[in-house]
């Protein structure tokens, strides 16, 4: 009777369904804008890449990914713990922690970038932000905006999943309206306007210009390790689990491929606009609006959107991001004042860290021309970081099969350990190729001095970002030598 009285007294604890958790780590992984850079840099061709990476490399990473965080579902730290416990190094871990939380920094800010150009068009309703804003005042404006969301982490923190569900809802919506509203638009009279559209056009022209564009596939099909920290919310991770990222798996193959084919209906793949991967959107929801003699509602309804689904990031990012920077780095590689955290257990000085490298970042873009070259260049610096980050997912999958007797899961990808490795190594390598071949610029023409600029650039920020991983573990020694003296 008293057990039974202590049970009623206990509060219910309250589960996530997995579906929201899909929707989250959707929200952080793809969105419609995502298809367009592919398009512009590879054309028709990408659908067929898009396939390629469905099936050899989506799929096997989100059920690595089912089975990393099953393996260790009870730690906070998310990618950080599963290197660091599968490895069993305290260094790799912490490595690991600072290039997932520096990585997000270049996509906070062209996030942030999104948010301003799809506010533009709310009010402009056409594509001359650029002519109305410097690029002093559009970088500004960005660091504004960073600036006001982690200063409002804590309020954004708890409305989350709200967030990712109206975010991640309206935007997967939007998207597979576009597509289906283009099947009605060719049935009912519109042309393709990429010709010729036939088998040959499908065919990829493997470049140098191919392979250096890969990694930004890999940066908008990756992030599913996002939603570790949040197994331990599902009320049956082993089944909910992967399921949540089956679903992400799909959702995300449906946008690219048929997403993809749509943009050729309106635009010639052929003669792509220069400003189509910071505009193509809204230019593609008005040509579909034209289309269906419904002028630029369309356009506007997906501006409002793109807004909101942007903001939704920037909150699921910097929350996602804090949970591995906090949640399992050994103190003896980071100094006491970066571990320190606020009463809702933040690391405030860490947010600090995040805005001193915005701001650099930003001041380094603003010596670019103007503010589609900018916007383009965080687009290919983001192709280059992000892989390098999702390379340590492999490692860590490549970690607990080879001493799989020590590790247990409720989930296993690939029962056979020694197809599991090759698996595995396949999906390491051809990330970490494709994050090394991003370092060629792709929007300028090679020897051109747009070209040196952007490569030199490319170079400096990304050994600024991972280098200063090597300075932490200095500053902590520094401190204690200061404590023992």
């Known amino acids: 009777m008293n057990n039974l009285n202590a049970n009623s007294l206990e509060p219910q604890r309250k589960y996530t369904p997995w579906l929201i958790i899909a929707l989250l780590d959707f929200v952080t992984i793809i969105s419609f804008e995502n298809i367009f850079y592919p398009f512009q840099?590879?054309?028709?061709?990408?659908?067929?890449?898009?396939?390629?990476?469905?099936?050899?490399?989506?799929?096997?990473?989100?059920?690595?990914?089912?089975?990393?965080?099953?393996?260790?579902?009870?730690?906070?730290g998310g990618l950080a713990s599963w290197i660091r416990r599968g490895t069993k190094s305290d260094l790799l871990g912490y490595v690991t922690s600072w290039m997932y939380w520096v990585q997000t920094i270049p996509y906070l800010v062209d996030v942030s970038n999104s948010v301003i150009v799809s506010?533009?068009?709310?009010?402009?309703?056409?594509?001359?932000?650029?002519k109305h804003m410097s690029t002093t005042t559009f970088g500004l404006l960005t660091f504004v905006i960073i600036l006001a969301f982690i200063l409002l982490e804590n309020a954004f923190r708890n409305s989350l999943e709200i967030l990712s569900l109206i975010g991640g809802g309206a935007m997967f919506i939007m998207s597979m309206l576009f597509v289906l509203m283009t099947g009605y638009a060719l049935t009912h009279g519109a042309h393709i306007a990429t010709q010729p559209f036939n088998l040959s056009a499908f065919k990829p022209n493997f470049s140098l210009h191919y392979f250096s564009t890969t990694g930004l596939l890999i940066f908008a099909m990756s992030g599913a390790e996002l939603a570790a920290p949040y197994i331990i919310r599902l009320k049956n991770p082993k089944v909910e689990f992967p399921r949540a990222m089956w679903a992400l798996a799909i959702m995300t193959g449906c946008m690219t491929i048929f997403g993809t084919l749509a943009l050729a209906v309106f635009f010639d793949a052929n003669h792509i606009p220069h400003d189509?991967?910071?505009?193509?959107?809204?230019?593609?929801?008005?040509?579909?609006?034209?289309?269906?003699g419904w002028g630029n509602v369309l356009m506007y309804v997906f501006a409002v959107v793109q807004a909101f689904f942007m903001l939704a990031q920037l909150a699921i990012l910097i929350d996602a991001a804090s949970r591995v920077f906090a949640g399992d780095v050994h103190e003896k590689y980071m100094p006491s004042w970066l571990l320190k955290k606020n009463k809702h257990g933040r690391p405030i000085h860490s947010y600090t860290l995040t805005a001193g490298i915005?701001?650099?970042?930003?001041?380094?873009?603003?010596?670019?021309p103007n503010i589609n070259s900018i916007y383009n260049w965080l687009l290919n610096l983001n192709g280059i970081v992000s892989p390098y980050k999702t390379c340590w997912v492999f490692v860590a999958f490549l970690a607990i099969r080879w001493q799989q007797n020590s590790f247990k899961s409720d989930y296993i990808f690939i029962k056979n350990r020694s197809f599991a490795l090759a698996v595995g190594f396949w999906c390491f390598l051809f990330t970490f190729v494709c994050a090394t071949m991003g370092f060629i610029p792709q929007d300028s023409a090679v020897g051109s001095k747009q070209f040196d600029h952007e490569l030199m650039m490319n170079f400096f920020f990304v050994f600024l970002l991972f280098g200063m991983g090597f300075i932490m573990p200095l500053l902590r020694k520094l401190e204690n030598k200061k404590k023992q003296a």
């Open 41 to 76: 840099n590879q054309g028709l061709s990408v659908v067929v890449s898009w396939i390629f990476m469905f099936f050899a490399y989506v799929i096997p990473y989100e059920l690595i990914t089912s089975q990393l965080g099953l393996t260790f579902s009870n730690q906070e």
């Open 358 to 368: 915005s701001l650099v970042l930003l001041l380094l873009s603003g010596t670019l």
């Open 276 to 292: 189509f991967k910071m505009n193509g959107p809204y230019y593609a929801f008005k040509l579909l609006g034209q289309e269906l």
């Open 119 to 130: 506010i533009s068009w709310i009010i402009l309703g056409d594509a001359s932000l650029g």
